[in-house]
């Protein structure tokens, strides 16, 4: 009987997944340009979109961390975060397929409406869970959205210096706002391909580069030399796999969401072949340089294919703003009553006042690398971490919730006490690590920034102007020449 009643769930999953599926390509039939650019919703789409959103500019602060942290621990830390990240977006993929399996026997149709994560909450766990997931969520993708615009900033400055990267923010700010007119993750196909290429090219040509250049002469790599450096290493790559704060999403705009289960572990896979030579070659050239140079570009030559590598990272951090900021697109057009409208540049324009706190916060904490660290150990740890794994034990911690759940934990995992173990380790461990230790590293390195450079600074850990010589000093009684 049991058997029976997972079949028959799994039929009325896959079913109505399939007939969404036949629907998308009945209309995406009128223009087979736009279904080969712009509409995605296969595994291969999710797949681009969880990878391309997950390395991003973090690529560019991981040889930061290593100097932190060392080379030994900056490469544990990446693969055991990389299985917990991999582990919590599991998790989170399970619970939304619950939810969504329940609300459709409930004969609820989510055909205009995108679910988010803290609709899951609310709809396995009531609305406390969902007032806290709500809040974490949406904070976490408000900073996710200004590291965005300050790395544009700091990544053209390494371009062109006739501009401030103060002034470079406005400008990027304007550009990434236009990101309003992308509906939903259902138009990224094209844009999370090129994402990946796009960070793949920059990865390798850090690893390439940084072995060509060579060890700098006098290299030093005495990390780990503090505390406070050492777990503020530790929490940027905390935040390094906490990028599926948009996993919900991504799974709503494929056609079949219960494939999901093992993508973003395949993701993280070939991320780890994009930060882990990348990250160990620049710091084995530069080393305890990198404490004062968050940004690797910093370090490297000028020349063509650092600036081809920069100009692609601005094209993606393009992108990775539209992933984190279209969730809260999502929230705020659900808040005022627009989201079901049909009518895309409503849409847009309803959307814009959501950009102006991100740009503005982006000008006053413009810390690239230090808040990635700050962003990871207070928001990251709780809305990808802690919340996914607690709300899993609590959904299913009844027997009956556990015997009809649609989706059982594996087999050689050890089932429900080996889902249940897993998930307490990682409460613990992230609360006292992550939040704990991290938190107070991250906020010590945070304000010292802010004593440092000051809020508002126009040009963050940018090279000091070279001093003109002084004049030649003039003589009270004239300037009498000499031969005349």
């Not at 007032?131 to 965005?148: E, K, M, R």
């Not at 900033?153 to 990101?179: E, H, M, P, Q, V």
């Not at 704990?436 to 102007?465: E, R």
């Not at 010589?469 to 003589?475: A, Y």
Request: proline share 4%; charged share 10%; net charge positive.
């Amino acid at each position: 009987m049991e058997n029976g009643h997972e079949k028959a769930v799994e039929t009325v999953v896959v079913g109505n997944y399939v007939e969404m599926e036949r629907d998308g390509k009945a209309s995406d039939m009128k223009s087979k340009l736009s279904n080969m650019f712009w509409h995605g919703g296969s595994a291969y789409d999710a797949w681009f979109s969880c990878a391309s959103n997950q390395v991003a500019q973090v690529l560019l602060t991981l040889p930061y961390s290593f100097s932190q942290l060392g080379m030994l621990s900056g490469i544990l830390f990446q693969l055991f975060y990389g299985l917990l990240g991999s582990w919590t977006a599991y998790l989170i993929s399970i619970l939304y397929v619950e939810y969504r399996t329940r609300k459709e026997r409930e004969k609820v149709n989510f055909r205009n409406h995108v679910i988010q994560w803290f609709e899951v909450l609310d709809g396995l766990l009531g609305k406390h869970w969902r007032n806290v997931g709500l809040a974490f969520n949406c904070t976490f993708l408000l900073f996710g959205s200004v590291i965005q615009l300050i790395a544009c900033a700091s990544n053209i400055y390494y371009i062109n210096d006739n501009l401030d990267k103060r002034t470079w923010t406005y400008i990027f700010g304007a550009c990434c706002a236009t990101t309003v007119f992308i509906p939903s993750f259902h138009n990224y196909r094209i844009w999370s391909f090129l994402g990946l290429l796009m960070t793949t090219y920059t990865a390798w040509y850090l690893t390439i580069a940084s072995i060509l250049h060579g060890q700098v002469e006098g290299v030093k790599h005495a990390g780990p030399s503090k505390l406070v450096l050492y777990f503020t290493g530790a929490t940027n790559i905390l935040y390094t796999f906490g990028g599926h704060a948009v996993t919900v999403e991504i799974m709503h705009a494929m056609w079949k969401p219960q494939k999901f289960k093992s993508i973003y572990l395949f993701a993280t896979l070939y991320v780890l072949t994009l930060t882990l030579p990348s990250a160990s070659a620049v710091y084995w050239a530069f080393g305890d340089l990198l404490l004062n140079h968050s940004n690797a570009f910093a370090l490297l030559p000028k020349n063509l294919y650092r600036d081809f590598a920069v100009v692609l990272m601005l094209i993606h951090q393009f992108i990775t703003f539209g992933f984190a900021c279209t969730p809260l697109y999502f929230v705020w057009e659900k808040l005022i009553g627009m989201h079901e409208c049909r009518s895309m540049c409503k849409r847009a324009a309803a959307r814009l006042p959501v950009v102006i706190p991100i740009w503005f916060l982006a000008i006053i904490f413009p810390f690239f690398g230090p808040i990635n660290s700050t962003v990871g150990s207070l928001l990251v740890s709780f809305t990808v971490y802690i919340i996914p794994a607690l709300a899993h034990i609590f959904t299913f911690r009844s027997s009956a919730a556990r015997e009809n759940a649609v989706e059982q934990p594996p087999r050689f995992l050890g089932r429900w006490t080996g889902a249940f173990t897993i998930n307490a380790f990682i409460v613990v461990w992230v609360f006292i690590v992550g939040f704990g230790f991290g938190g107070w590293a991250s906020m010590i390195n945070f304000v010292h920034q802010i004593d440092t450079f000051g809020i508002f600074t126009k040009c963050y850990q940018c090279p000091l102007p070279v001093m003109a010589s002084p004049p030649p000093i003039s003589h009270p009684h004239g300037n009498h020449t000499r031969g005349l």
